[in-house]
Each structure stands twice: as C-alpha cells, then as structure tokens.
C-alpha cells in the first residue's frame, strides 16, 4: 500500500466585504502565509468573493462565472505558492437569483465546485430570497497528496445526510466555507455540528468562517475522533494549520468501523 506523508491543511479567517480586491488581498496573503508553514490546501471562508450584510441586489451585480476574475486570481495565488484554495464564490445563476458556490482551485483553475445544497432559511434568515439551491447528484472531489477532499457550505453542517454522500463518494477530508452568523447558542452549535459530522463519518472536518462582528470566528480542524487539532478564535486576519493523514483515519476506522456497520444508505428527497 502507498503511503503517503501527511497533509497540511489551513484554516484562513477574515471578513469579507462588497471589495472583491480587498478580499483577494486578504486571501493571498494568508495564502503565503499558510504555504510557509507547510500547508497544501487552504480554506477561505464562504461569500470569499462578495459579501454584503443585509443581501441586496448587488448580490446579482457581483456575481461571477466559476472561471472569472475571482477564480482566476485564486488560481495565481495558488500557483505562486503550489497550493489548492477552496473559497465562497458568488456565482451567476439563473433569473434574479445568484448560486453560492464554493469553489476549489489550483494553479490550473478550477478542479471542483459546489453549490450550497441546504441554504439558511432559519434563524430569521431568508437566503433562498437571493439563492438559488444547489442539485443533487455525485459530488465533486479531488485529491491532494493521496487524500480525497469534498466541499459543503455553511448551514449544511445541520444535515448529516450532506457529510455522509461527500463519504460515500470517497471522501477523507470535508472542507466547510461558512458564514456563521452570531446568535444564542451558535457558538455551540458550530463546535458540535463539526465535531458529530467527524465523529460520526470518521473523517476530517476542516472549517472556515468569518470573524465577528457577523460570523463567530472560530475556524477549526477536527480529526476523525472528533479531536480539534487546530482552531482559532475570533480574530480576523489569521489561519490556524492541522495535518491528516490516511494513517489516522485507518486507525480510528479499524477500531470504530461504524460506517460498515451502518444499515441505512442516503438518497436524495428529490
């Protein structure tokens, strides 16, 4: 069996704005940073390209093709430093509503793409108002070093049936662009939601989101036993690094093998 070394993998934290070029800014460099601690894979937060609190129609005015401007520059960051970027795009879709994608690019361009499946109309929040939802279908992946790497979106946390297909499709890693938005309890929910999708698909869970004053902050890399190997508070402007490697979940597998124990297979509703 090939065995490979393990993966770096950052966590970058900050507040994304209506500024594209400001969060480009931001994202290159955390990037460079992230690169000379050893990192491979780097996670920006959802709505990296566009952000605007409350959503408005500048929403649709700012959205982008998955290999536009915003791409296009994530993937100069990514070839200068020989890393994969995964970030929120605000993305053209159909009639008067935009996708949010999340988008995973190297110094080729775009090698995968997501679009949030579950979106937030909870808490107070109408985000199908200005979102049009994600289809269903096989996930798209891509690895790095050796290790498979799906994508989720923020509220998709609350939905174990999202985590376990992006599994089922082979995943070692979930990487989670988020806006958490702040509110009782929310805090807590973040922790949890990350650590259960880990423990109960015996996988990486690595997760960015945006700092106050809007999101919670507090990106984090969980292990396959639900262990936070690195996190970060509430700053803006940092980045936290864990390592996996296939090693650690073949360990934690042999010893909890609750995925081949399982006698329920996930299918879409629709």
Request: net charge negative.
């Amino acid at each position: 069996m090939t065995t490979h070394a393990p993966v770096g993998i950052a966590v970058v934290q900050f507040v994304p704005t209506a500024d594209t070029d400001a969060n480009l800014t931001a994202i290159a460099e955390l990037a460079a940073t992230a690169a000379e601690r050893g990192a491979r894979v780097v996670v920006a937060p959802e709505y990296s390209s566009y952000f605007v609190n409350p959503f408005d129609a500048s929403l649709l005015d700012n959205a982008q093709d998955l290999d536009g401007p915003f791409a296009l520059a994530l993937a100069t960051i990514a070839a200068q430093h020989d890393l994969t970027i995964v970030a929120g795009l605000v993305e053209r879709g159909t009639g008067d509503r935009v996708r949010n994608a999340a988008v995973a690019v190297d110094g080729t361009g775009v090698i995968a793409a997501y679009r949030k499946q579950h979106l937030y109309d909870a808490f107070g929040q109408t985000e199908s108002d200005w979102i049009e939802p994600g289809p269903l279908g096989e996930p798209e992946t891509f690895v790095v070093d050796g290790l498979r790497f799906g994508m989720m979106t923020c509220y998709d946390l609350r939905f174990p049936e999202a985590a376990r297909t992006l599994v089922d499709a082979g995943t070692d890693i979930i990487l989670v662009p988020a806006e958490w938005v702040r509110g009782p309890l929310k805090e807590h929910h973040w922790e949890t939601l990350i650590t259960a999708r880990a423990i109960e698909n015996t996988v990486y869970i690595a997760a960015a989101d945006h700092a106050p004053p809007i999101g919670v902050g507090r990106s984090m890399i969980v292990d396959p036993q639900g262990v936070p190997i690195a996190s970060l508070g509430t700053a803006a402007g940092d980045l936290a690094i864990g390592w996996a490697s296939h090693e650690q979940i073949t360990g934690v597998r042999r010893v909890n093998p609750a995925l081949d124990l399982r006698r329920y297979r996930v299918a879409p509703r629709d």
